[in-house]
């Protein structure tokens, strides 16, 4: 009884819809294609900042709190903005300048403009630092 259920649900893993009782068939299938998906062509979670920085590169939380930096935003407006504290947006603002070897913001995003990331930077990443 229990192998035929379980050969059942191997058969079936394509099928929507499907009950899933004994294998975690339905959790592995939604991890690959989350995994998928991270593999198709444009979704990026590094942006490199170009040939003057070599292997030199932001994440993309990192790139949304330098481009809201950008805009005028501060530390904590940013963090209201993405959803996180003002601590985290500090966090990934000292990773940032750690890369870059800077000490201040106002390097900081001296050196940004100077970079290539506003050239290769996906705009349509989820930004609403602009008011």
Not at 51 to 59: A, E, P, R, S
Not at 65 to 74: A, E, R
Request: with cysteine; aromatic share 10%; hydrophobic share 35%.
């Amino acid at each position: 009884m229990y192998w035929d259920v379980v050969l059942q649900e191997v058969l079936n893993k394509n099928s929507p819809g499907y009950v899933f009782v004994f294998t975690n068939l339905c959790d592995y299938l939604a991890h690959k294609a989350v995994k998928q998906e991270r593999k198709t062509p444009g979704y990026s979670k590094t942006y490199f900042l170009g040939d003057k920085y070599q292997n030199i590169y932001l994440t993309q939380r990192e790139a949304e709190c330098v481009l809201c930096l950008l805009t005028g935003c501060s530390m904590k407006k940013v963090g209201e903005k993405l959803g996180l504290s003002a601590r985290t947006i500090e966090f990934y603002v000292n990773n940032i300048k750690a890369k870059l070897k800077c000490r201040t913001k106002a390097e900081l995003l001296d050196h940004i403009k100077n970079s290539q990331l506003l050239d290769i930077i996906d705009f349509n990443m989820p930004l609403h630092c602009v008011e």
